[in-house]
């Protein structure tokens, strides 16, 4: 499995232990409850229900598995753990789009916690990785899927 470290807020890590939770006791249950029904049917062999009760338990199983690595992986940052010399994960951006003239502002989070309505992006994205280590008044330029963007930046902070 992918052994790359998983940067992550607190609230976001009990997402994730909840989440896990969910799976390992309710749906468990609930799958497991269905192939059983579905094998008190009779012929398994040509039984719909008992394939798609035994689909969704490997992709629980799935969810799990992948849930438990993410979590191994995890480190769980604060608010002393963040840089504002420099543009960091969980810090806050503002910065000038030189391409539009607009001002914006974003926090930098891991995947997990990323949700751009909320103006929160990931550090794997484009425009995270590019200001990522970039100090205030850096004009850093983006390749994203939309074309290059030139940005400039006007404040860091927690």
Same mark, same amino acid.
């Given at each position: 499995?992918?052994?790359?470290?998983?940067?992550?807020?607190?609230?976001?890590? @009990?997402?994730?232990?909840?989440?896990?939770?969910?799976?390992?006791? $309710?749906?468990?249950?609930?799958?497991?409850?269905?192939?059983? /029904?579905?094998?008190?049917?009779?012929?398994?062999?040509?039984?719909?229900?008992?394939?798609?009760? @035994?689909?969704?338990?490997?992709?629980?199983?799935?969810?799990?598995?992948?849930?438990?690595?993410?979590?191994?992986?995890?480190?769980?940052?604060?608010?002393?753990?963040?840089?504002?010399?420099? $543009?960091?994960?969980?810090?806050?951006?503002?910065?000038?789009?030189?391409?539009?003239?607009?001002?914006?502002?974003?926090?930098?989070?891991?995947? $997990?916690?990323?949700? +751009?309505? /909320? @103006?929160?992006?990931?550090?794997?994205? +484009?425009?995270? @990785?590019?200001?990522?280590?970039? +100090?205030?008044?850096?004009?850093?330029?983006? $390749?994203? +899927?939309?074309?290059?963007? /030139?940005?400039?930046?006007?404040?860091?902070?927690?």
């Amino acid at each position: 499995m992918n052994e790359k470290e998983l940067i992550i807020t607190l609230d976001g890590l @009990k997402k994730m232990e909840e989440e896990l939770e969910f799976l390992k006791t $309710v749906r468990r249950k609930e799958v497991a409850g269905r192939i059983k /029904q579905a094998i008190e049917f009779g012929d398994i062999s040509e039984n719909s229900e008992y394939e798609d009760a @035994k689909n969704e338990q490997a992709f629980i199983e799935g969810s799990i598995m992948a849930l438990e690595q993410k979590l191994k992986n995890a480190r769980v940052v604060d608010s002393s753990d963040i840089n504002v010399d420099v $543009v960091s994960e969980y810090s806050t951006v503002r910065f000038l789009n030189l391409n539009s003239n607009t001002e914006m502002e974003y926090t930098i989070v891991g995947s $997990v916690d990323s949700n +751009p309505s /909320q @103006k929160k992006i990931s550090n794997e994205s +484009p425009v995270g @990785k590019a200001l990522i280590g970039h +100090p205030i008044g850096s004009t850093v330029e983006v $390749v994203a +899927p939309m074309g290059t963007i /030139q940005m400039k930046i006007l404040d860091i902070r927690k």
